[in-house]
């Protein structure tokens, strides 16, 4: 079924593509959080969250690197860029960063260039 609030309301396929199209930078998570299977808050591979990946400023610039997660941890899903990949995300926000944590965090990342390094996952 489709869900509606009013005739001039866009109608959805589902309640979670209803939560992400309209509250998708909704930090207390009170719509997900209402679904009957609501998702988990931590990061999910492969195709889950937030649907684009974005840089992690809550951490220092050395030890951070990029999440899909949600809730986002910021309020608007506009106030940071937006990368349709991982490794993109990694590039362009953390291209010069030497700690290699944001790289050694993506799931194919190269073992010999990692070890020691404590990856941001």
């Known amino acids: 079924g489709h869900y509606t609030i009013d005739c001039n309301s866009p109608s959805y396929a ?11 930078g909704q930090t207390s998570g009170y ?6 299977n609501p998702p988990t808050a931590s990061p999910i591979s492969e195709g889950e969250g ?10 220092s610039w050395d030890q951070s690197g ?16 937006r990368y349709e990949t991982h490794e993109a995300c990694c590039g362009a926000a953390y291209g010069g ?10 799931p194919d990342a190269p073992e010999a260039g990692c070890l020691g390094v404590n990856a941001f996952v």
């Open 14 to 24: 589902s309640d979670l593509s209803c939560c992400k199209s309209a509250y998708p």
């Open 31 to 36: 719509c997900l959080s209402q679904l009957d």
């Open 50 to 59: 937030a649907g684009f990946w974005y840089a992690v400023y809550e951490v």
């Open 66 to 81: 990029c999440s899909n997660a949600l809730p986002l941890p910021y309020g608007n899903v506009n106030d940071r860029p």
């Open 97 to 106: 960063q030497t700690s290699l944590t944001c790289f050694c965090g993506l």
